[in-house]
């Protein structure tokens, strides 16, 4: 499906220069002079380089539609991700490049959302949320809860996120996977 440059958004796959890339991040720019375009960074979905591409209102470019389908995430072997398809109960590995900063998220029996082109999975999307335990959180400063201040803290995973100083060692919270911030206590 074609569309206008300043129709991208991010999150979309567009086919560009025989390659699948994924919009992360678009800025609209309307110069003084001249037409109004769109500032896209890319991602390549097959090898990872990045790009930054202007798109024009004139200019059209085609917009990938991907099919998703849930998959349960199981083990992992080495560097490959192994997923069973929630279906019919068959396996693939997946390297964990594929999830990038996310991969330390992920937890046995987690349901994820594979996204696939042509039958190829080219990207995995874990929930929103996930539940998690701190391991190691720093004291609280004296003097310093006069604001809203937070502290940093280690979860389960290994993964550095900021708290509310009541938060202490132990605790069950809620993370944001995407941002890597704190949501909430867990209940």
């Known amino acids: ?23 992360a991040k678009i800025q609209h720019t309307q110069p003084g002079k001249g037409g109004a375009y769109m500032q896209v960074e890319m991602k390549n979905l097959t090898d990872g380089r990045k790009t930054n591409v202007r798109f ?19 083990y992992t072997d080495g ?26 998220f992920l937890q046995d029996g987690m349901q994820v959302t594979l996204e696939l082109y042509e039958e190829k999975p ?10 998690a335990e701190i391991v190691e959180a720093d004291a609280v400063v004296k003097g310093q809860t006069a604001s809203s201040s937070y502290k940093p ?3 389960d995973n290994g993964v550095r996120v900021m708290v509310p100083p009541h938060i202490e060692a132990g605790t069950r919270i809620i993370v944001d996977v995407y941002a890597k911030e704190y949501v909430g206590k867990a209940s």
């Open 79 to 104: 560097d490959m991700l192994v997923f069973m398809d929630n279906e019919s109960y068959e396996q693939i590995n997946l390297n964990a490049d594929m999830l990038g900063d996310e991969a330390p």
């Open 153 to 155: 803290a280690v979860l």
């Open 56 to 74: 024009r209102s004139a200019d059209t470019v085609e917009k990938v539609r991907l099919d998703t389908k849930e998959f349960q995430y199981l």
């Open 122 to 131: 080219i990207s995995v999307q874990l929930p929103d949320q996930i539940e």
């Open 1 to 23: 499906m074609k569309i206008s440059g300043v129709d991208i958004r991010p999150g979309n796959i567009l086919e560009y220069e025989n390659g699948l890339w994924k919009v």
